[in-house]
């Protein structure tokens, strides 16, 4: 009777976890998306980003991720400007951070944060924004601190 017992425990957990599985795939299928581009010295180079606009969104972020395309991003927009931390906590793929001031330029760029890390990730100076993108890509396009980023939300 206890081995009974416990196969009908694991099959609700089984199904708890899809079910939970799926509700994450549907909100990352619901959030908004909107092409976005930063601008270097050397060209213009297209993202297509989701929005994290609410706090819920901002919490989330790119947790639980297997996966981000190669020219794919979040875009954090916060309610004021002011000094931002992140973290990586229960994020699986390496992420440059891109630290944007509220008239587009970036301030800082944190370089291939560490998944599952809990390290505090500072922004270094008050921002509106933050840019997150594959671990590795600000460096491949030559991004730098002092370029810009343009997007219909930037700068409202």
């Known amino acids: 009777m206890q081995v009974f017992g416990r196969r009908v425990a694991h099959c609700w957990l089984a199904l708890f976890i899809v079910f939970l599985a799926a509700g994450s795939a549907l909100a ?3 959030q908004e998306r909107s092409p976005l581009q930063i601008i270097t010295g050397s060209g213009c180079y297209a993202f297509d980003v989701e929005l994290a606009l609410t706090p819920a969104q901002r919490q989330v972020g790119l947790m639980n991720r297997q996966h981000l395309d190669d020219r794919a991003g979040m875009l954090f927009r916060f309610d004021q400007v002011r000094p931002v931390t992140m973290w990586m ?3 699986l793929i390496p992420l440059d951070m891109i630290f944007i001031r509220s008239d587009g330029v970036i301030a800082h760029i944190h370089q291939n944060a560490r998944p599952l890390d809990e390290s505090i990730i500072s922004s270094r100076e008050p921002v509106a924004y933050v840019l ?3 671990g590795g890509k600000t460096a491949e396009l030559g991004v730098k601190p002092g370029h810009r980023v343009s997007h219909p ?3 409202q």
Do not use: H, L, P
């Open 89 to 91: 906590r229960n994020t």
């Open 28 to 30: 990352q299928a619901q």
């Open 132 to 134: 997150e993108v594959n």
């Open 153 to 155: 939300i930037i700068g």
